[in-house]
């Protein structure tokens, strides 16, 4: 099955064609530049041009309705990607990448700033949304016949014909990838490549700091511009402050410019409804400072903690070279509540993740090249909550429950193991209380007598599920199977707020299936009107 409203096939085979630069004439509004204030009035106004906003709005486009985006960050454009990490974060990342999770440990939160959102930063892993948290959605939190496989099933395929998924080829598999297929295979961990959105990668491992050729097949490259492209338009450095309400019926937003001293207002009105899709942390405060009222909102917040290890070999690895993360495991997903996935590391991050001082460290940053890293991902049965602080600035705290670590711990010593099956010279644990390297297989007991603290390992969060989560009534969540919130008309939620929990893989193509599925529910929808 293919989508419904098929993309134009040259555009399809040549990516870049419609990406940054031929773009319709006024299509983009950069807020930080544009003349104030600006007053406008659209179909729909989606929030959020990530993984479920850019898809939202495309599919709504596509139906014939008339859609503003607003963007809070810029537009950075394919030939302004550069691999310098330190101009990438500030560019690209929220809170130039110093944004964290509080709790027991602070975790580094990933999340893109940028039009494309995370997209542009990840490394566009598809992963279908497994069976059985479909079947737990099902009977846990009573989704029923709302939120099924089958409903999701040609959303899936459609998001995979349009965004060419497919595993990793051989041409750019690269060696921290293809020897973490060898060790896994090799303990029975039944590895498999990595299925990824691009066409045409050139295995530069950049997709940290973005995709210089337009390969990989994020939001900035595909459905923004094929979007505006359809008559869509983008409102980007916009920072929009509250949903308005008039009648109890979302009716537009209202918000500023970023960067500019003269905050003249920008309001964007919605004859036909707002979509939020701002992610799990931004959406859930936009709903409160807009005055919407549910005990659940902000509550019930799921994350994926990702902890890696490092490995030197005698063999030339170079993790420069290849898909940034092309290989993974996800056998013991339901019994351990483990992923194991490869990732590379830029070479400015390289020094941050050596062990050791002084002639020590330098040494080891000159064998960067024979440096493998592999990652154990949670999926955490800890909760934590979305709040906004005292000083404006988002504010989520999550601390990983005892279990929790003691799977982490587990995983961390299956990739010890593994690596020094690879013939591994030294072993980088990362974690407190035990030697920085390690050097003999022996020395794996120690990862498995490792503290169950979670301050004692170095955790990055990039996975964010929950605060404004599904339920078919007020009292059980904030949005309704339609993906519009309790008692607020014409106002949606598409991200993976609303998931009522973690799925375990990587959540990207369920984000955008689940958009996707809301968008067609919203576009056949008979209009509330005021």
């Known amino acids: 099955m293919t989508s419904p409203y098929p993309l134009d096939e040259a555009r399809l085979n040549n990516p870049q064609r419609f990406a940054d630069d031929d773009l319709p004439e006024g299509s983009v509004i950069d807020c930080a530049a544009a003349q104030l204030p600006i007053d406008e009035a659209y179909d729909f106004v989606v929030i959020g041009s990530g993984a479920s906003g850019a898809v939202a709005a495309h599919e709504l486009t596509s139906a014939g309705f008339s859609v503003a985006i607003a963007e809070e960050g810029p537009y950075v454009r394919t ?79 459609a998001l995979e014909h349009d965004l060419n998924v497919h595993a990793v080829v051989d041409e750019v598999l690269g060696g921290n990838n293809a020897l973490f297929m060898k060790q896994a295979g090799a303990v029975g961990l039944y590895p498999t490549r990595i299925k990824r959105y691009e066409r045409g ?53 209202i918000g ?35 005055g919407v009222c549910n005990r659940h909102l902000g509550q019930h917040f799921q994350t994926h903690p990702g902890c890696g290890m490092g490995a030197v070999l ?5 993790m420069y070279f290849g898909a940034t993360q092309g290989a993974e495991s996800i056998h013991l997903r339901a019994s351990e509540r483990i992923k194991f996935e490869t990732i590379s590391m830029n070479p400015e991050l390289v020094p941050v993740r050596c062990p050791g001082l002084g002639v ?3 040494r080891r940053i000159g064998n960067a090249r024979h440096l ?31 279990r929790d670590m003691e799977h982490v711990r587990a995983g961390q010593v299956y990739l010890a193991r593994m690596m020094f099956d690879a ?12 030697p920085p390297v390690l050097t003999s297989p022996d020395q794996v007991k120690l990862v498995e007598e490792a503290p169950l603290e979670p301050r004692a390992y170095t955790f990055i969060a990039s996975h964010l599920f929950g605060a404004a989560r599904m339920a078919r009534t007020a009292t059980g969540g904030v949005v309704d199977t339609t993906f519009a919130v309790h008692g607020v008309p014409n106002l949606f939620v598409v991200d993976s707020s609303v998931f009522p929990t973690n799925l375990g ?26």
């Open 423 to 434: 013939g591994a010279r030294e072993v980088w644990p990362g974690i407190y209380g035990l």
């Open 79 to 157: 030939r302004e990607f550069k691999k310098e990490v330190g101009s990438a974060f500030l560019k690209l990342f929220r809170d130039g990448s110093f944004q964290a999770l509080e709790g027991r440990v602070f975790m580094p939160v990933i999340q893109g700033r940028c039009v494309g959102g995370t997209t542009v930063v990840n490394s566009a892993i598809a992963w279908r949304t497994p069976e059985d948290v479909v079947d737990e959605w099902a009977t846990q939190f009573g989704l029923g016949d709302a939120i099924t496989m089958r409903a999701l099933e040609p959303h899936f395929e």
């Open 360 to 362: 020590d460290l330098v």
């Open 372 to 402: 493998a890293i592999w990652v154990t991902i949670l999926r955490s049965q800890a909760e934590g909550t979305v709040s906004q602080g005292w000083t404006g600035r988002d504010r989520v705290v999550f601390s990983p429950t005892k």
């Open 505 to 530: 893989v990587n959540p990207q193509h369920s984000i955008m299936a689940m958009s996707r599925l809301a968008s067609h529910r919203i576009a056949d929808a008979p209009p509330t009107l005021a």
């Open 314 to 318: 005698d063999q030339d690895i170079n």
């Open 201 to 253: 990668c050139k295995g530069s491992s950049q997709c940290l700091t973005g995709c210089p050729t337009a390969a990989k097949q994020g939001m900035n490259v595909t459905y923004v511009p094929w979007t505006l492209a359809l008559g869509g338009r983008l409102f980007c450095n916009y920072r929009v402050e509250r949903i308005e309400l008039a009648g109890g019926r979302a009716v537009g937003v």
């Open 256 to 290: 500023s410019a970023q960067s500019r001293r003269d905050k003249g207002t920008i309001r964007l009105r919605a004859k036909r409804g707002v979509i939020l899709a701002a992610s799990t942390v931004q959406s859930p405060n936009i709903l409160r400072r807009s």
